[in-house]
């Protein structure tokens, strides 16, 4: 006679998504339940209190920081941006700039390990097994993994939630994710670090920060200058390739 009382096995497939479903769920129901307490005016009301707490509890501070801006980048919940902001606001830009870097890379490989688990090896095994030219542009990929990592954490363009689902079904390696997720952030997390870090004088005039500021000229080229180191490894391997 079966026990009654045993648990009933959860089927493989759904006990690899479970991670995913979990954070898509968050992910939507964040993004309309959050939105008004992860906002700049939100920051403004709290400001003195957020001080006042830093000043006496400082490692708590830091540690909490970083626990809520894990949640937050790994549930895709609104309010990364201001996160980054408020790590400015905090901490100054350094070490502000180093706890947002930490924070969002940690909760960034979450969001891989989880889409991978769900669906990145199924995919990848499948694009990889295809012909045509599938097959050949997922080759080019990974043939220049570390550039296109780099590029699309370097350029602005491309939202933080798709440069890290993508990689989760090109078979990137977790060490390679890792690394180049946490230097291919460091200009735009410096960048929006710096701008919280004179928060104080934006709150004094009563104006909100300019989150516009890295598309200005001499914020922006920069940031394009090493968008095209890092893809002249590839434009070599194109010249190479058309040579041979």
């Not at 959860?10 to 968050?26: E, F, S, Y």
Request: proline share 6%; with cysteine.
């Amino acid at each position: 006679m079966t026990d009654m009382t045993e648990p009933t096995p959860m089927p493989n497939g759904l006990a690899k998504r479970l991670p995913l479903i979990v954070i898509l769920t968050v992910a939507a129901v964040g993004a309309f339940t959050l939105r008004d307490y992860l906002s700049f005016q939100a920051l403004a009301d709290n400001r003195e209190m957020l001080i006042a707490f830093r000043d006496a509890n400082y490692l708590l501070t830091v540690l909490s920081f970083i626990a809520a801006y894990v949640v937050i980048v790994a549930f895709s919940l609104p309010g990364a941006a201001i996160a980054t902001l408020t790590g400015g606001f905090l901490f100054a830009t350094f070490p502000g700039a180093l706890f947002n870097i930490t924070a969002a890379t940690i909760g960034a490989t979450a969001i891989f390990l989880a889409a991978r688990m769900g669906f990145g090896e199924r995919l990848g095994r499948k694009l990889e097994a295809s012909d045509g030219a599938i097959k050949k542009i997922k080759d080019g990929i990974d043939e220049n993994q570390w550039s296109m990592l780099f590029l699309i954490r370097l350029v602005p363009a491309v939202p933080f939630f798709v440069a890290n689902l993508l990689p989760s079904f090109l078979e990137v390696p977790l060490r390679r994710f890792v690394i180049s997720t946490f230097f291919g952030i460091i200009p735009g997390s410096v960048v929006y670090t710096s701008v919280g870090a004179g928060l104080g004088e934006v709150f004094a005039r009563g104006e909100t920060p300019n989150l516009g500021i890295i598309f200005e000229p001499h914020i922006l080229l920069p940031i394009l200058g090493l968008c095209a180191l890092a893809a002249l490894p590839i434009a070599i391997k194109a010249v190479r390739g058309k040579e041979v």
